[in-house]
């Protein structure tokens, strides 16, 4: 079997290009000639080892604009060679509580690509037809964004944000981005929060209507003059730390929701009155649910600042040191993608 080159991130803090098999393919499978990958926030916590699912070694990489190369002679026509496409990366059991609940965004022994089975950031892999999800209209870049940006509308909808109410997003890096497009799609009126004035620059153009950097300036008064006192009717936190998880529960109005995409890296310590007093309703979210279509929907109609997102695009031998860039100096960098059109394979 011929070889291809991958990147393995091999334990927290190191990862390697390897030599991998080019996979075989079967009967309903497809065979993807990759052209980008972007990498994720599990990625970056993965490699400072402080992502509880990551399994090491392992190929990283689940975000995917790629083109199809073959297809298994039980592939419907609909799949031709040529076709451009992303995936959902996302492997469910279908017997667990959450998969006979029709929720397999959930599942519990869920197997995502990069993380808990290899992943994509090579230049050939296998995947069952049922998976793709294809544009004609959108660039393999474009393609390599719906991943991620459906986890932010997922969010939305479990927040069930809708038009009128004012949302903020904690947290500006992609999968806020999405959170923050898809609340505005909805009809909110959005309040953007970060540390980095770059990404709040970057959320505008996705149309929050707010921004509030929060090293400068105090952001329950912030809050405040926003919302006339109330406080934001949603908050979606997609930081994951203690921090911005008490901070959302302190700062929603009184009988708002409460959105956690972010996994928090140690305990977080509550004033569990808050909850009662409040009335609040606390929702976690978890990847996406049949969120890919109205995703590539949204992008196809140029809504999205996909240029101004995309921080940097580097070739496979560079992706590992853009990485560690990244865990070093994460603050202005929303989305780095690896581009294997440009790599040598």
């Not at 996979?23 to 309903?28: A, C, M, Q, S, Y």
């Not at 397999?104 to 069952?128: E, H, L, W, Y």
């Not at 927040?159 to 009809?187: F, L, N, Q, T, W």
């Not at 070739?315 to 059109?341: Q, R, Y």
Request: glycine content about 10%; hydrophobic content about 40%; proline content about 5%.
């Amino acid at each position: 079997m011929t070889n291809q080159r991958a990147l393995v991130l091999v334990e927290p803090g190191k990862t390697e290009v390897r030599a991998i098999e080019i996979p075989d393919f079967g009967p309903e499978d497809v065979l993807l000639q990759v052209n980008m990958v972007g990498f994720c926030g599990g990625d970056l916590n993965g490699f400072r080892g402080l992502f509880e699912l990551q399994e090491y070694p392992n190929v990283l990489g689940h975000e995917v604009g790629a083109t199809i190369l073959e297809t298994g002679h039980q592939v419907p026509d609909a799949f031709k060679p040529g076709m451009k496409v992303t995936l959902n990366p996302y492997l469910n059991c279908g017997h667990c509580v959450s998969c006979r609940k029709g929720r397999p965004n959930a599942c519990q022994d869920n197997k995502t690509m990069g993380v808990r089975r290899p992943g994509a950031m090579t230049r050939f892999i296998s995947v069952p037809y049922q998976k793709l999800h294809s544009s004609s209209a959108l660039s393999v870049r474009e393609l390599a964004l719906v991943e991620p940006l459906t986890v932010g509308f997922h969010a939305a909808a479990r927040g069930r944000v809708s038009a009128g109410e004012k949302v903020a997003v904690i947290g500006c890096g992609i999968v806020g981005m999405g959170a923050i497009a898809a609340s505005v799609h909805r009809g909110a009126e959005v309040i953007a929060i970060d540390i980095d004035d770059s990404k709040m620059r970057i959320a505008k153009l996705a149309g929050a209507a707010h921004t509030i950097n929060t090293t400068k300036v105090d952001l329950h008064e912030a809050l405040m003059e926003i919302t006339d006192g109330d406080g934001p009717d949603v908050i979606i936190e997609a930081v994951g730390n203690a921090m911005t998880y008490r901070a959302a529960v302190e700062e929603v109005a009184y009988t708002g929701r409460v959105v956690y995409i972010g996994y928090a890296k140690k305990p977080v310590d509550y004033n569990t009155g808050t909850f009662v007093r409040k009335e609040i309703e606390i929702l976690g979210s978890r990847n996406c649910l049949g969120d890919f279509p109205d995703v590539i929907a949204y992008l196809e109609a140029g809504k999205f600042p996909v240029d101004a997102v995309v921080s940097r695009v580097v070739s496979l031998d560079e992706a590992g040191a853009a990485l560690a860039d990244w865990s070093e100096n994460p603050g202005p960098i929303t989305k780095i993608m690896v581009d294997f059109d440009n790599s040598v394979n």
